[in-house]
C-alpha cells in the first residue's frame, strides 16, 4: 500500500504536526523569552487550534473547486510563511499571529490529504491508507517534538521553527512530483453541501471528534511542567518521555487503521473505553518517574487509534460531501484542541494541580463514549454498498 504519493503527504504531515506539537516542549522557553506565565504560553496552543478551527471552513470554501494536487500546494505555501514567521516573530503577538497563519493549512492540508489518500487505495484499506498519512503526524511526536524541543533547548526555540520550515519545504517539493494531478475538487454546489453537514449522522461524528481532543489536550498540553514538577523528571528525561509517548502515537494509529478497516465501532468504542481507564490510571502514575513514564506510550497509542477511524466515519457519513467534511472534520479536531488547552489552563489558574488534569480528560473521554454508544457508527462497506457497522448499543 505504501507509495510514493502516500510518502509524500505523510512527509507533510510530519512537517505539520511537528510545528504544532512541539510548541509544548518549549513552553518554559517561550515564556521566558516573552516574560508571560506558562499558562499564557500555552495560549499559543489554543490559538493555533483556534486557527484551524476558524480557518478549515474557509479554506475550504476557497479550494474547494481547486485540483486536489493544486490545493495541497497552495496549502503548504501557507505553511512556509506562517512557520517563517515563527522563527522571527520579535513579541508574543506576532509569534501568536504566525501560529495562527500556520495553522489556516493545517485543517484542509489533513482534511484534503485524508481525501486524496483514501482515493489511492483499493476501497477496503481506505482507513489504513488515512492512517499511514497520519503516520507523519505520530512520527512528529517520536522525533519532530522530542528533537525540537531538545534543539530549541540548546540553541533557542526560534531554530526549531527554522528546521521546520526546512522540513516544509522538502515536503512541498516531494508533493508536486508525486501526487497525481488528475485528481479534481468538488463539482457540486458548496450550499448544497454545506447543508448536508448539518444532519446529525454527520454531526455526531465531528462533535465526538472535538472531545477526543479536548480529553488529550487538557493534559498534553502541559505535560512539560506536569512530568517536570509532578513526576520529577529533568528537562533530558521529559524529551525521552515524549520519544516514549510518540512511540505510542505511531503504533496506535497503525492499528487502529487496521482495526477500523475490520470493525470501525469496536475499534472506536473500545478506544474510548481504553482511554478513560489510562487516564485514570496516569492520575496515580503521574506521581513518580518510572509509572508516569511507562503510561505514556498506552495513552499515546489509546489517542491516535481513534484518529483515523473517526476521519473515515465522518467522510463516509458525508458521502454527498466528503472533501468539505474531511476539512471540517480536522477544525473540529482542532476546536477541540483550543478547547482542550484553555480547559486545562483555567483549571490550573483556578490552583488545581497538575494531577487533576488526568481526572478531567478521563471525564472528557466518557462523555465522548456515551455520545459514540448512542447512535450507529456508520461507515460504507468494502463492497460500496453503504453498509452500516452499529455500534453495541444500537444492535438490540
Not at 18 to 46: C, D, H, N, R, Y
Not at 102 to 116: D, E, L, Q, R, Y
Not at 190 to 210: I, K, T
Not at 306 to 334: C, H, K, R, Y
Request: proline residues 5%; charged residues 10%.
Amino acid at each position: 500500500m505504501l507509495s510514493r504519493p502516500l510518502l509524500a503527504l505523510s512527509g507533510a504531515s510530519f512537517a505539520i504536526g511537528t510545528t504544532e506539537f512541539v510548541i509544548m516542549g518549549l513552553l518554559p522557553e517561550v515564556a521566558e523569552s516573552f516574560a508571560v506565565s506558562v499558562p499564557q504560553a500555552g495560549l499559543l496552543v489554543s490559538g493555533y487550534a483556534l486557527g484551524v478551527a476558524v480557518g478549515a471552513p474557509i479554506v475550504a470554501i476557497a479550494t474547494a473547486r481547486l485540483p486536489r494536487k493544486t490545493a495541497l500546494l497552495a496549502l503548504m505555501a501557507i505553511f512556509l510563511v506562517g512557520n517563517l514567521g515563527c522563527a522571527l516573530a520579535p513579541s508574543y503577538g506576532l509569534l501568536m499571529l504566525a501560529r495562527v497563519v500556520t495553522a489556516f493549512a493545517h485543517g484542509a492540508f489533513f482534511g484534503i490529504g485524508a481525501v486524496v489518500a483514501s482515493n489511492l487505495v483499493p476501497r477496503h484499506q481506505r482507513t489504513q491508507a488515512v492512517a499511514l498519512m497520519f503516520t507523519g503526524l505520530t512520527l512528529a511526536n517520536v522525533l519532530g517534538v522530542p528533537f525540537g524541543t531538545a534543539l530549541g533547548q540548546a540553541m533557542g526555540w526560534r531554530s526549531t521553527f527554522w528546521a521546520v520550515f526546512g522540513i516544509g519545504l522538502a515536503a512541498a517539493a516531494a508533493i508536486a512530483a508525486s501526487v497525481p494531478s488528475g485528481l479534481p475538487g468538488s463539482f457540486g454546489g458548496l450550499a448544497g453541501e454545506f447543508r448536508s453537514l448539518r444532519r446529525w449522522e454527520v454531526l455526531r461524528p465531528m462533535l465526538v471528534s472535538v472531545l477526543a481532543s479536548v480529553s488529550l489536550f487538557c493534559v498534553f498540553t502541559y505535560i512539560t511542567p506536569l512530568l517536570r514538577s509532578r513526576s520529577g523528571l529533568t528537562p533530558g528525561e521529559v524529551t525521552g518521555a515524549l520519544l516514549i509517548f510518540g512511540i505510542g502515537l505511531t503504533l496506535g494509529n497503525l492499528a487502529g487503521g487496521r482495526l477500523a478497516d475490520r470493525r470501525m465501532s469496536a475499534t472506536i468504542v473500545g478506544g474510548f473505553a481504553g482511554l478513560v481507564a489510562v487516564l485514570v490510571l496516569f492520575a496515580f502514575t503521574s506521581r513518580a518517574a518510572w509509572p508516569a513514564v511507562m503510561t505514556l506510550p498506552l495513552w499515546g497509542a489509546l489517542v491516535f487509534a481513534l484518529v483515523s477511524p473517526l476521519q473515515i466515519w465522518v467522510v463516509e457519513a458525508a458521502s454527498d460531501a466528503p472533501n468539505l467534511a474531511s476539512t471540517l472534520n480536522q477544525g473540529a479536531f482542532n476546536l477541540g484542541n483550543a478547547a482542550g488547552a484553555a480547559l486545562g489552563g483555567a483549571a490550573l489558574s483556578l490552583g488545581f494541580g497538575y494531577g487533576t488534569l488526568p481526572w478531567i480528560g478521563a471525564a472528557v473521554a466518557a462523555v465522548a463514549l456515551a455520545l459514540t454508544l448512542s447512535g450507529r457508527v456508520g461507515v460504507a462497506s468494502p463492497d460500496g454498498e453503504g453498509a452500516f457497522d452499529a455500534a453495541p448499543a444500537a444492535r438490540g
